[in-house]
């Protein structure tokens, strides 16, 4: 059972906050500062989430995010929206207080992501696709000073939509929605590559950024590359949400293809295909001293998709 948000269900929460407050910081990037205000007790939940999660509630132990940190995932067995799911979660408790917390938390990351993704889809008069859903607030953080390269940063540049399956049918990325619950770290900024520009963003405590996944449907024009600094002190604490829409189209080129190939030798082919569209290369976009190169290199599905 799918445990995500179908949008159009859920988005009656907020139809009378279409007036929220946010910054544009970038076209199409925007961060909302006033949805948590209680930003510090989410703060002191997750610091507290090695003895609270545990599998049998809604979040599931923290687990390795390859070597950049560590990530919390929901349990996919029941559907936490519902209010009779709640109630039984409470029942067979083993330990009210954290149980309380752990349900405090979910529903705060949820309405607050719901709030701030329903209003950017209204102010940019997004017009979703059918089957669109959000998915469930999943907690991570960063491991203090990874160093994924020489720059200085733990994250690669990449679209969180997957360029180079494109075509492909399935959930698809759509927009991105990443919180910040604190900001007692040094380092840890989000960095854009939009239109061969560089847009650096340290979050504050209770910030929610929305920016598009990337996918060619919106905005249409320009893919939204993103990295991540490293966290030189501290511990960052994130997290992520994504609009996403379920397709069928190219069903039938794909169902194809696995007749041709073979269903696993074609999987296989396919991602084969897909590698390096998502990501794009330090050497192919920074210079020496971490500065933008003029001339950036783009795989050429890239070109083609994005007309650049």
Same mark, same amino acid.
């Given at each position: 059972m799918s445990t995500d948000m179908s949008f /159009?269900?859920? #988005? =009656?929460?907020? !139809?009378? +906050? =279409?007036?929220?407050? +946010? &910054?544009?910081?970038?076209?199409?990037? +925007?961060?909302?500062?006033?949805?948590?205000?209680?930003?510090?007790?989410?703060?002191?939940?997750?610091? &507290?989430? &090695?003895?609270?999660? $545990?599998?049998?509630?809604? %979040?599931? @132990?923290?687990? *390795?995010? %390859?070597?950049?940190?560590?990530?919390? #995932?929901?349990?996919?067995? !029941?559907?936490?929206?519902?209010? /009779?799911?709640?109630? *039984?979660?409470?029942? @067979? !408790?083993? *330990?009210?207080? @954290?149980?309380?917390? &752990?349900?405090?938390?979910?529903?705060?990351? #949820?309405? !607050?992501?719901?709030?701030?993704?329903?209003? %950017?889809?209204?102010? /940019?008069?997004?017009?979703?696709?059918?089957? $669109?859903?959000?998915?469930?607030?999943?907690?991570? @953080?960063?491991n203090e000073n990874f160093h994924n390269n020489k720059f200085g940063y733990s994250m690669n540049f990449h679209t969180d939509y997957q360029i180079g399956e494109w075509w492909w049918p399935g959930d698809k990325f759509l927009l991105t929605s990443t919180t910040y619950v604190n900001d007692n770290y040094d380092g840890g900024e989000i960095v854009f590559i939009v239109d061969n520009k560089m847009i650096e963003y340290k979050p504050t405590a209770g910030d929610i950024i929305v920016f598009p996944s990337g996918n060619p449907l919106y905005p249409g024009n320009k893919p939204y590359y993103h990295g991540v600094k490293v966290v030189e002190k501290g511990v960052k604490f994130l997290v992520r949400n994504y609009l996403k829409y379920n397709t069928d189209e190219n069903l039938d080129i794909w169902l194809q293809k696995e007749e041709e190939y073979g269903k696993e030798q074609w999987l296989q082919l396919a991602m084969d295909q897909a590698k390096h569209a998502t990501t794009l290369l330090y050497q192919s976009v920074v210079n020496e001293d971490g500065t933008l190169k003029n001339e950036i290199e783009y795989s050429d599905l890239v070109k083609q998709l994005y007309k650049i």
């Open positions: /159009k269900e859920q #988005s =009656f929460l907020n !139809s009378h +906050f =279409f007036n929220l407050q +946010f &910054e544009e910081i970038y076209e199409n990037i +925007f961060v909302y500062h006033d949805l948590l205000p209680d930003n510090a007790l989410l703060h002191d939940i997750l610091i &507290e989430s &090695e003895d609270i999660f $545990s599998g049998e509630l809604i %979040y599931n @132990k923290w687990t *390795d995010w %390859y070597t950049i940190g560590k990530i919390c #995932s929901t349990n996919p067995l !029941s559907n936490f929206y519902d209010k /009779k799911t709640f109630e *039984d979660i409470y029942k @067979k !408790s083993h *330990d009210v207080n @954290k149980t309380v917390k &752990e349900l405090y938390l979910f529903r705060r990351l #949820s309405e !607050s992501t719901l709030l701030a993704v329903d209003n %950017y889809i209204k102010h /940019k008069g997004i017009n979703l696709p059918e089957k $669109s859903f959000i998915t469930q607030p999943n907690p991570a @953080k960063y």
